[in-house]
């Protein structure tokens, strides 16, 4: 069970994009009291409009990038030899050049610096905006246009949803990529929102092999179950993840989706379904 400092994190994601992923993750959420909804989709955060709710700034999440003092650098060129991500460069009799999107923020240039011309600053990256004066609560993280790295954000947000102590769910970018091993490092279980189609089998397959990885358990829920058919009981059997619901394809939802009205709200099956959902988590992870 959660506690104040350590709040079960129930984390659903997808192997691609357009799977119902928000549309799942929104429909956990109210369904069920004093749960934390997290928007780590953050280049595209949407959850916000499916929750009905209206989000207030919070805060900047910002990183340290290096600054160079041109009147104590002695162009030697350390610092760029040093970067693994190519983030400065060195021309000429010139002060090393940053660029801010390659940055990982690791500090490494300033150590080697041997005139100590390198100090650290603050850059903003993104923002968390949030709603908490009424259930669902939800957190948001919201990236700056144009920043190329978006885990920061991402982190700052889990850290501020942890500290309200509620049962946590978190909405995670799509794909497979480091984003998303963000989000699902230290969730408690991952939930994979999939659709039978042979895109659908494939990214699932990618997704389950990172959970594996990180060694979380999963379950799989189905998104307009009845548009393709591709089987995923093997998937299922050879990752030992259950399915856990099948929703099939409902215009009425899809119009819903479109005017920012989450599943659960118009549709029985969905209700149901997700009642099952939460009958499992109930048992297996909260219990």
């Known amino acids: 069970m959660s506690t104040e400092n350590n709040p079960v994190r129930i984390a659903v994601a997808s192997g691609k994009g357009g799977t119902g992923k928000s549309c799942v993750s929104s429909s956990l959420v109210l369904s069920r009291d004093s ?76 150590m080697v610096c041997p005139p100590n011309a390198i100090t650290e600053i603050p850059y903003r990256v993104g923002e968390i905006r ?56 230290d969730a408690d279980f991952v939930l994979l929102v999939t659709e039978p189609t042979p895109f659908g089998l494939s990214d699932l397959e990618m997704a389950l092999e990172l959970a594996t990885m990180l060694k979380k358990d999963c379950g799989i829920i189905v998104n307009r179950s009845d548009l393709a058919g591709e089987d995923l009981h093997g998937l299922s059997e050879r990752y030992n993840a259950p399915i856990l619901a099948s929703f099939p394809f409902s215009r009425n939802i899809a119009e819903a989706y479109a005017q920012g009205i989450s599943p659960i709200k118009v549709d029985k099956l969905w209700e149901k379904g997700i009642g099952s959902v939460w009958e499992f988590l109930e048992r297996e992870v909260l219990s």
């Open 130 to 185: 949030s709603a908490l004066d009424k259930q669902p609560r939800i957190v948001e993280g919201r990236i700056d246009i144009g920043t190329v790295n978006s885990i920061p954000v991402i982190k700052e947000a889990l850290r501020e949803a942890s500290r309200l102590g509620d049962l946590m769910v978190i909405d995670c970018p799509p794909g497979t990529s480091c984003p998303v091993v963000a989000c699902m490092e």
């Open 35 to 110: 749960v934390t909804a997290v928007d780590a989709d953050v280049e595209e955060p949407n959850l916000s409009l499916l929750l009905d709710q209206t989000l207030h700034r919070q805060k900047d999440v910002t990183v340290l990038v290096p600054e160079i003092d041109p009147s104590v650098c002695t162009r030697c060129g350390k610092c760029s030899n040093y970067c693994l991500y190519g983030a400065l460069t060195q021309i000429g009799n010139n002060p090393p050049l940053l660029n801010k999107n390659l940055c990982h923020n690791c500090g490494v240039c300033s």
